[in-house]
């Protein structure tokens, strides 16, 4: 499909709209109600369209834009062009789509970063921290990582929702791949008691970092 019209493209998301889907979309904080197995087959079927993506972005649909993360060239925006696009991106789905497909694909991440982490907005810090556990992750190297333990220690406990969720995880990353922190790791998490009543399904991971470090590490030692 060449460069198809934006109307286009919205009737045919409009068609896939499902009451059920958005009905539990809606109760993790997402507005849309388009299931995204379809969401992708439609992305296949248009293939990669910078222009089209960012004329979708611009309507303001949630699952427009989560189109529009899966058509565009992730290398194609500049740093604040991205910067404008995470603060529009208040919604859990579109925020975690846009920094995972576009922006840790961008040459402008690690300045991206460590704008973010700094913001006074919580919503635009939660994808800084989301960004620093992907460095602790894959490249650690130049982080100061007692010194990220030290403000999860101090701000975490408090932090809002979905910080304070990126902040554990970033605490449980450095516990599980930097055993020279583990214990302070661990530590930290039995003091602040973050998510430790988090319902968790059976065979799932609790996000309670101390016992998500320890049954990571486990598993990668084959016990």
Request: proline residues 6%; negative net charge; glycine residues 4%.
């Amino acid at each position: 499909m060449a460069q198809v019209m934006v109307a286009e493209v919205m009737a045919e998301l409009a068609a896939l709209e499902d009451p059920k889907v958005r009905a539990v979309n809606e109760r993790h904080g997402d507005d849309h109600g388009v299931n995204l197995t379809k969401l992708r087959a439609l992305a296949k079927q248009l293939k990669t369209q910078q222009e089209l993506s960012q004329e979708l972005w611009e309507t303001g649909d949630t699952a427009a834009r989560l189109l529009a993360i899966l058509i565009c060239r992730p290398k194609a925006f500049d740093r604040d062009a991205l910067d404008t696009m995470l603060r529009q991106a208040r919604l859990p789905k579109v925020q975690d789509w846009l920094v995972n497909y576009v922006v840790k694909k961008n040459p402008h991440v690690e300045a991206l970063r460590q704008t973010w982490c700094a913001d006074p907005d919580p919503i635009v810090a939660s994808a800084g921290w989301a960004l620093t556990t992907e460095r602790v992750a894959k490249k650690p190297e130049g982080l100061n990582l007692p010194g990220l333990l030290d403000t999860i220690e101090a701000e975490m406990k408090d932090a809002p929702d979905r910080l304070q969720w990126a902040m554990n995880h970033c605490l449980a990353q450095i516990g599980i791949d930097h055993a020279e922190h583990r214990d302070r790791a661990i530590s930290i998490g039995e003091r602040l008691e973050v998510l430790k009543d988090y319902p968790t399904p059976p065979n799932c991971t609790s996000p309670y970092a101390p016992t998500w470090i320890t049954e990571i590490v486990r598993r990668q030692h084959g016990e």
